[in-house]
């Protein structure tokens, strides 16, 4: 019997595959969770945004020891009761009259839940005799995991039930998970970025070369989206569009084209990415700046979350794509709250049109750096094609001549 992948020493095992989805859903479930959280409690929209870059801010500075591997296996078992205990009691709290004071533990919790998540998967990754294939599958998996304990994001009494089981269940596994795994102190720093390290980390230079700006515009369009999610939740619920439609089609979107295109993505070249990123990109402007309510935000969380996915499932494994060995979770959670900041004073300004116009900047960034690429591009080729048909190109037509 032909059975490729059963040899096939990248496979990831059922444990490591386990334990990726167990922390997607940890990152995924913590994002939406805690930004919805912060939007009920919060006194203004700005605020809650600063919330949600506190815990990409938190994330980081946990993820900095926690990803490390010099925990030993008791210690990290004890901090995940611990920061699971912390962090469902603070939701419930949160819920129950203790607002934002309670959502600040149960920030930091997760934070640190999310980051020892990190720290087992990349344990068990280095276990490995090679590297283990991209964790597509475990990733898009942990993504409906979360998708489905979300649920209705706009009842923050019954989601902080659901959040608080949730995270002890998945400590719970997790602890097993790592039972027995041979926790290696490595070096410091994620693979490549923030989170063991499958978050877009692109190579310092990359913003120079113009072929790549619709790519690393849509690593990006992942953070706008996920902080914004649980207010375009509750502008879609007022066009008659359940909660759970717009939440499960942007998840099914971020890993869904990913994952049917998974065997050949890697294989894509770097104009070939970085066209079909601008063009979901401008897809996702055009939308939300013609089709009307509530088709422009479900468009929307369609285009832009299949345009991050592809540019994630471009540089996974790629090292001309993505950051080097070793990058700081810290400088690229930082990062990651300065930008969430930014954009938080946008919507807190404009609203809904200001989350319109965000993306759609970022549509048409990525159009007009294809489309100028792709001149320059040609204007090289014309040039280089011409070099060689001028007679001076060719000395020994000069010698003939003399």
Not at 26 to 37: E, M, Q
Not at 257 to 270: E, G, K, M, N
Not at 307 to 318: H, N
Not at 389 to 395: M, R
Request: glycine share 12%; net charge positive; aromatic share 8%.
């Amino acid at each position: 019997m032909n059975d490729d992948t059963a040899q096939d020493p990248r496979t990831p095992s059922l444990r490591l595959t386990a334990a990726r989805a167990c922390a997607w859903a940890l990152l995924v479930a913590g994002w939406i969770g805690i930004g919805s959280f912060a939007m009920a409690f919060a006194p203004g929209v700005g605020s809650g945004f600063a919330l949600v870059a506190l815990w990409l801010l938190a994330l980081g500075g946990t993820a900095t020891v926690a990803t490390g591997g010099g925990l030993p296996a008791w210690l990290r078992a004890l901090l995940f009761c611990t920061s699971a205990a912390i962090t469902a009691i603070g939701l419930w709290s949160a819920a129950h009259g203790g607002g934002v004071a309670a959502l600040l533990v149960a920030l930091l919790g997760w934070a640190a839940l999310t980051a020892l998540a990190s720290g087992v998967v990349r344990s068990l990754r280095l276990a490995q005799r090679a590297a283990p294939a991209p964790p597509i599958g475990a990733a898009a998996l942990g993504a409906l995991g979360a998708g489905l304990v979300l649920g209705d994001v706009g009842d923050v009494a019954a989601l902080g039930w659901r959040l608080g089981l949730f995270v002890v269940a998945t400590s719970v596994l997790l602890i097993a998970l790592q039972r027995g795994a041979n926790l290696r102190p490595r070096a410091p720093g994620c693979r490549a970025g923030l989170f063991d390290c499958s978050l877009p980390a692109w190579p310092d230079g990359a913003w120079r070369e113009p072929t790549q700006w619709p790519t690393l515009l849509a690593g990006l369009a992942m953070l706008p989206m996920m902080a914004a999610l649980p207010l375009m939740v509750a502008w879609c619920r007022a066009q008659a569009v359940a909660p759970q439609a717009l939440l499960l089609a942007h998840l099914a979107a971020m890993f869904g084209p990913v994952w049917l295109f998974r065997r050949t993505i890697a294989s894509w070249s770097l104009r070939r990415l970085s066209a079909v990123c601008a063009l979901l990109l401008a897809l996702g402007a055009a939308v939300v700046a013609w089709a009307p309510a509530p088709l422009d935000l479900l468009g929307l969380a369609l285009a832009h979350g299949a345009a991050w996915g592809v540019a994630w499932g471009g540089q996974l494994w790629a090292p001309a794509r993505r950051g080097q060995q070793g990058t700081s979770p810290l400088r690229a959670a930082a990062g990651y709250a300065v930008l969430t900041l930014m954009f938080g004073l946008v919507v807190d300004r404009f609203g809904a049109h200001g989350v319109a116009a965000v993306h759609a900047a970022l549509g048409l960034a990525a159009a007009a750096a294809w489309l100028f690429s792709s001149a320059a591009r040609a204007a090289a080729a014309h040039a280089t094609a011409h070099t060689r048909a001028t007679p001076e190109a060719h000395p020994d037509h000069h010698a003939g001549g003399r």
